[in-house]
């Protein structure tokens, strides 16, 4: 089992910057695939990035790509969103979560914990 916090989150203008990081519990971060979502007022939960366990391949979806980097340090149990160019649109809670089975998806569903989420608020 993992537990995840979350944090960085914060209120930012348009074209600025904010990294967010998940602190991970646990001795076995290194063999979870994480990933990033986040979810607007009214909206569904939304795919952003993801990150393989140790081979660093890592996905970004298309409205961030680009933008955002996701990337990890298994050393300190730790992944990272770096959020560059933010836009009013990506005002959201953003969420990190981590996969057990070792699959790399843009799910939410096939997650298998989740941190409480972190604010991100992008003024124009």
């Known amino acids: 089992q993992v537990q995840l916090v979350e944090s960085g989150g914060g209120l930012v203008q348009a074209g600025g910057s904010l990294r967010l990081s998940c602190a991970a519990s646990g001795r076995t971060f290194s063999s979870y695939v994480m990933g990033w979502f986040r979810q607007a007022p009214g909206k569904e939960r939304q795919f952003v990035a993801t990150?393989?366990?140790?081979?660093?391949?890592?996905y970004h979806a298309d409205s961030v790509k680009g933008r955002f980097t996701i990337s990890r340090d298994n050393a300190k149990n730790t992944v990272y969103l770096q959020m560059n160019s933010l836009k009013p649109e990506d005002t959201a809670v953003y969420y990190c979560?981590?996969?057990?089975?070792?699959?790399?998806?843009?799910?939410?569903?096939?997650?298998?914990?989740w941190g409480q989420g972190t604010q991100v608020t992008v003024s124009s």
């Open positions: 990150i393989s366990m140790s081979d660093y391949r890592k």
């Open positions: 979560a981590a996969e057990s089975s070792g699959r790399i998806t843009t799910t939410p569903g096939e997650y298998d914990y």
